[in-house]
């Protein structure tokens, strides 16, 4: 291994220790399920009673309520079909139609080979929706394929913006071409790298593909990813076999987990990927973990607290698109906080004529109206500029600098200790070559040895949308992972919004030859910026009781400084983060959105978002004698002030 590639690959993997043991260190904000007032919640742990010998003890076996399904009958015509799949023999009874209606083949004869000609076995994958779903639900089927969750338009034309790959993160590309969008380009030229990222390591998720066969990952495509119910286990099958219309959080979690907006509802953050963060241990082993990595608990979102789950708020629109492909970098979601709970306009809300709102499928689950008199609620710009989230959301997810490694030599001894990498392709291969020989503790489903170094294979992962097998792999990290007093910034309408580092890219490349093509390089964006950037979100950490005053008013990390504090004997801001000095040709902190004078330093890929202005940054930094007169006075409301 040459010089300059292995100090990367030192500190890379040096970083990745020193980040995961401070990241332990921070406290936990709370416990989803936890239960103080004696209020019935949804648990995050399942009690014994629920536990199975495909579920792990750390997690349920469904998040929330179970899918809700019809009553079970005989399918009609089954054919000679039930003969091999009589555990198939019954369905929901909206769907228990002839076999063949669905699966198609030929359910006349008694020859496998014969019965499974044209023989479609998963009925909900896109490429014969027409001829399955579709035949029933045709503006569904029309309108699944051009939607969000199929094109993933915001991760693909993003990234490639990041990478320099194109001008403008406006979406061009999908996961396939329909209706004037191209599908992502094959690797090549100035672009390989982000549309090798994209191919091999992210794109795993849209509804094209069935995704990872990982504890609570495994799905359907298409339609099925979502409306047949798979459980959190490991089973390699539905958990039942029918359809369901109500589908619950626990298919939303398939994809929306891994540090993505999703798995924050349940109170789930993702650890580092060291050894050393793979806690607990039950029954003196590992056990198995959700979603691929091990799980911080932190405190869950007050909406799944009550009891409701993703469609309570997000529409079919938004799930299913309106048919059209959208030209916006934006996420399109059309809820707000506002709509349940100021106006009762929401599409889910139903509002009497006293103003009372409670939700249309919650029967008697009434809205806690928004309370004017609340002493934030009265600032005029509290209303008007604010998200809800800048003040009601408990943590958010910060993780900052995140390293990305293409490998293409068998050099798996210093990934060993680093291998709950949330990459499915990324785990087989360390598993097949190092074993779990550097495991603290063995897991439960018993200890891998490792193959000797002479039998070590060169890395090589899957394309997501074709199937073909490339030789390099993509390995990843963070400089530290985060979840405390989130930083504010600027959305796209102008309100102050949380912020969180989306594309702090670092790439390294180093070929089966040895030779170093990159060496720590942050990518230079499609306008010249290099890719340091945060964008606007909505953490789904809702708490009822918002942030107090001074947690942004005069708090460095809200202003966007990052970490550190307001000197009063040395006038200024004192960071706790150094900057970083291990990427050539630059330096800066990765955890700061502006200097001292507000000037920003870093940059958002959506039109209008990115730091708060410098004016604002002022203001929010030195409170104002009335915001001062106000704090004073709610303290002593609270008894806190002489």
Known sequence: ??????????????????????????????????????????????????????????????WGRPPQTESVIDCKEPGKCVACHQENAKMDASHAIACVRCHKGDPSSEDRETAHRGLISDPGDL????????????????????STMTLAPRMINQTRFAFGAQESPDPIYGTVAVNG????????????????????????????????????????????????????????????????????????????????????????????????????????????????????RLSADVHFKAGMDCMDCHTLDEVHGTGEISRSPLNGVKISCEGCHVNGDHPAVLKSDNGEMTLLKGAGRKIPPWSPDKNPHKVENHRSKLRCSACHAAWSFQDYGFHLMLEERADYWKWASNAAQNDP????????????????????????????????????????????????????????RRWAFPPLGLDSRGRVSIMRPMRQYVVSHVDSRDNILLDR???????????????????????????ACHECHGNPKAAGLGDGMQGFEKPGFHPLWRPESQIPGHSFRWDALVDDDGNPLQKSTL????????????????????????????????????
């Open 181 to 296: 969008m191209k599908q992502v380009p094959y690797p090549s030229g100035s672009s390989a790298l982000a549309d090798d990222l994209l191919r091999r390591s992210c794109l795993r998720c849209h509804l094209n593909t069935r995704g990872s066969a990982r504890w609570g990952e495994r799905r359907g495509m298409g339609c099925s990813a979502c409306h047949v119910p798979y459980s959190n286990g490991n089973e390699d099958k539905a958990a039942r076999h029918r359809l369901v219309k109500s589908v619950g959080m626990t298919a939303c979690l398939k994809c929306h987990n891994s540090s993505h907006v999703g798995a924050d509802y349940v109170g789930l953050f993702e650890k580092d990927f060291n050894r050393g963060f793979a806690s607990p241990f039950v029954e003196g082993h590992q056990p198995q973990r959700i979603y691929g990595a091990e799980q911080h």
């Open 1 to 62: 291994m040459k010089g300059p590639f292995r100090t990367c690959s030192y500190r890379l993997v040096r970083k990745l220790c020193l980040a995961g043991l401070v990241a332990l260190s921070c406290a936990i904000v709370g416990v989803a399920g936890e239960n103080p007032d004696g209020l019935s919640r949804p648990q995050l742990f399942p009690s014994p009673s629920e536990k199975s010998q495909t579920q792990s003890p750390l997690f349920p076996t469904w």
């Open 127 to 146: 490429r014969t929706v027409g001829k399955t779903c579709g035949a029933c639900h045709p503006e569904e089927a029309r309108r699944v394929p051009r």
């Open 425 to 480: 392709q990324i785990q087989e291969l360390l598993l097949k070559n190092v074993g779990t020989y550097v495991e603290l503790v063995p897991p439960r489903s018993g200890a891998v040895p490792p193959k000797p170094y002479e039998e070590w294979t060169p890395p090589e992962m899957k394309d997501w949308l074709t199937g073909e097998i490339r030789p390099g792999a993509w390995f990843r990290g963070f400089t530290a």
């Open 521 to 547: 390089v942050v990518p230079t964006t499609g306008k010249g910026d290099p890719a340091l950037i945060w964008n606007p979100y909505e953490p789904h950490t809702t708490s009822a009781k918002g942030r």
């Open 607 to 642: 039109p209008g978002a990115g730091p708060l202005s410098a004016s604002m940054v002022k203001r929010l930094l030195h409170p104002s004698p009335r915001h001062r007169a106000l704090w004073y006075k709610y303290l002593k409301q609270m008894g806190s002030a002489p």
